[in-house]
């Protein structure tokens, strides 16, 4: 099984093993240009393959057997020969707030800075708070933190589903009702990519592990 190597992306590869724990898996981790490039903000790069790629690669020339990703990274089409062979439940579709001082963001002084990546978070904190300062930032989970403790931000705003999967819960300050922040439609679901001739022996044995575990 490919996967990114951050903490967070290893994580959900341990959870889709615990979907099917009588399948032996290895989890070999890939470095892609997302995890490289920490410059290039994730509005300029969505819908693309920023974080895919380099698994798909491994998939191709048959050095992993499955990629699994975070669901709203796949990119809109898929390389040719690939095909996603399982979609698991989101763990949250809920974005969180996670502040200096454990503030709300009705809370937050004027001009305080939050941290955001997608075009998404930004337009929508935008009409929620106008008067805060944006701030484009990278990284994994716990280098976006860090930048929070650092003083950096005021604030960040991250996926609640990230949260649950590191137990960061309780870092939350506020957990946003889907129509006061509406999320990626993906959010918090995991994929499993594979080799279209591949896909059919695969899913039966991941049918026949699930059925059998009652998954």
Do not use: W
Request: net charge positive.
């Amino acid at each position: 099984m490919g996967s990114r190597p951050s903490p967070l992306a290893l994580k959900q590869a341990e959870e889709i093993k615990g979907f099917f724990p009588f399948v032996r898996f290895k989890v070999i981790p890939i470095e892609t240009r997302g995890d490289r490039d920490k410059k290039t903000l994730l509005s300029d790069v969505e819908g693309s393959d920023f974080f895919t790629k380099e698994i798909d690669e491994a998939l191709l020339s048959a050095k992993i057997d499955i990629g699994v990703h975070s669901a709203k990274d796949l990119p809109e089409i898929l390389p040719n020969g690939l095909a996603v062979i399982l979609e698991t439940p989101s763990v949250s579709l809920h974005d969180a707030l996670i502040s200096k001082g454990n503030l709300k963001l009705s809370q937050l002084p004027k001009n305080s800075r939050i941290g955001l990546s997608s075009v998404r978070r930004k337009s929508q904190i935008q009409k929620l708070r106008k008067d805060l300062r944006i701030v484009d930032i990278r990284g994994t989970i716990e280098e976006r933190v860090a930048l929070l403790d650092a003083g950096s931000v005021e604030a960040l705003v991250i996926a609640q589903a990230a949260l649950i999967r590191l137990g960061l819960e309780a870092r939350a300050a506020e957990i946003f009702p889907l129509d006061v922040l509406k999320a990626h439609p993906k959010q918090g679901r995991l994929s499993l990519v594979a080799r279209e001739e591949d896909c059919q022996r695969l899913r039966f044995i991941l049918s026949a592990q699930a059925r059998a575990t009652g998954n």
